[in-house]
């Protein structure tokens, strides 16, 4: 829905997630970096999903 490369995914940390604004901080090409709206429905199912995912001790890498 972002249209993100898979590069680009994979170079997202924790802190690319700006929540009190609802970006995402997204590093393109020769480092740049760009601001995309985060959408409501995923911010909202995110929170929680990370805080199982840092509990568990399997990977949640495709968890839904």
Request: hydrophobic share 35%.
């Amino acid at each position: 829905r972002l249209g993100l490369r898979g590069g680009e995914v994979v170079a997202m940390t924790l802190e690319d997630l700006d929540w009190e604004r609802g970006e995402i901080v997204v590093r393109g090409k020769g480092q740049r970096l760009e601001r995309l709206p985060l959408p409501a429905d995923v911010g909202a199912g995110e929170p929680a999903r990370l805080m199982r995912c840092a509990s568990s001790s399997t990977s949640c890498a495709h968890s839904s």
